[in-house]
């Protein structure tokens, strides 16, 4: 069993549209991070969070502490969001042992 | 300020052969960790350093080694290539090692191809 789960895997929307992804986890953490890969492999940390919610331009993320979960949330969508989202998570007492999860990929159609 | 770097960008090798990949921390950056990513797959963790000493290891065989350099880049070696090698290898680079938490800044990657 997968430590991380990530919902869905694929993702087709329309410009506009608004957007959930989400990320279960079955571990205890201390961080839980969202991050984007474009194609061609670089990855961007959109968000980390212990707690809460945060928001930075159209995106917002969210975590449940005692659901163990956590949901990125894409406002008016545009095609540039395309991408492959990936919630990644901070395990073990060791910061640089993130776990990943496989990811959803995004396609926003303009 | 520069970001996180990494060379080279791509790599071709045989079975066999020996590789080195490089990376370079965001300045002021004391920790670095690798994380090795098969096409279709998310990262998985190799390694992480911090103040030139490994405090992780990932579950990978011992033909993967590391090392991290007084001006904390770092470099990391496969030894004896296998085709199941062929990946996009990430380093990322965070403020400090041992405490929870810290984001990670990622470079670019390598991408390392064996035939």
């Known amino acids: 069993k997968n430590e991380v789960e990530q919902s869905p895997q694929n993702l087709t929307a329309q410009e506009g549209e608004f957007i959930t992804i989400n990320c279960s986890y079955s571990v205890g953490i201390s961080a839980l991070h969202w991050l984007q890969q474009h194609p061609g492999g670089g990855i961007v940390s959109l968000f980390m969070?212990?707690?809460g919610k945060k928001k930075h331009g159209r995106l917002i993320a969210t975590i449940n502490i005692q659901e163990k979960h956590s949901s990125l949330h894409i406002t008016a969508s545009h095609p540039r969001d395309s991408a492959v989202y990936i919630c990644?998570?901070?395990?073990?007492?060791?910061?640089?042992?993130?776990?990943f999860g496989k990811g959803t990929k995004l396609s926003v159609k303009p | 300020d520069a970001g996180v770097t990494q060379s080279p960008t791509h790599l071709i090798k045989t079975r066999g052969q020996q590789v080195t990949l490089r990376c370079s921390p965001i300045s002021g950056h004391k920790s670095v960790s690798w994380y090795q990513q098969v096409l279709g797959q998310g990262p998985q963790f190799i390694f992480q350093?911090?103040?030139?000493?490994?405090?992780g290891r990932g579950n990978f065989p011992d033909r993967f080694s590391a090392r991290q350099f007084p001006n904390y880049s770092s470099e990391l070696n496969v030894n004896a290539l296998l085709l199941g090698d062929s990946a996009l290898y990430l380093c990322?680079?965070?403020?400090?090692?041992?405490?929870?938490?810290?984001?990670?800044?990622f470079g670019p990657g390598t991408r390392l191809t064996v035939l």
């Open positions: 350093y911090y103040e030139k000493e490994e405090r």
């Open positions: 990644a998570l901070n395990y073990g007492g060791s910061q640089g042992n993130l776990i």
């Open positions: 969070l212990s707690s």
């Open positions: 990322a680079s965070s403020v400090v090692g041992g405490r929870a938490g810290s984001e990670q800044f």
